[in-house]
């Protein structure tokens, strides 16, 4: 015979649901410590409290890392494409043309 305890969620089963529409769930009482790593994660998460130049630097560094994935780039590949742009003749507003990779 079940218990109509076992048909409850379990608290894990309910941070999961929560989690997909919020960003964390603390369960009552929770500790001072519980809630400060929450708000340091969420902080973190939300890039809140950094300097303008560091969200930037971030966003660039993110759209780099999946422009080279998408392309296959080493990040030597990257290096040599831009120092041959850099060293020819090529207005400087021009974009560097990059390399295909040719890895298989």
Not at 71 to 85: N, P
Request: charged share 30%; hydrophobic share 35%.
């Amino acid at each position: 015979m079940r218990h109509r305890r076992d048909r409850l969620p379990s608290l894990e089963g309910m941070r999961q649901t929560f989690k997909q529409d919020v960003f964390d769930y603390l369960a009552k009482p929770f500790s001072v410590v519980e809630l400060r790593r929450c708000l340091a994660q969420a902080a973190e998460a939300f890039n809140l409290g950094r300097r303008p130049q560091d969200r930037l630097r971030s966003s660039l560094g993110k759209q780099v890392r999946l422009a080279r994935t998408e392309r296959g780039w080493t990040l030597r590949d990257l290096s040599e494409a831009c120092a041959s742009a850099s060293a020819s003749s090529v207005p400087s507003n021009a974009a560097p043309t990059f390399p295909a990779s040719n890895r298989s």
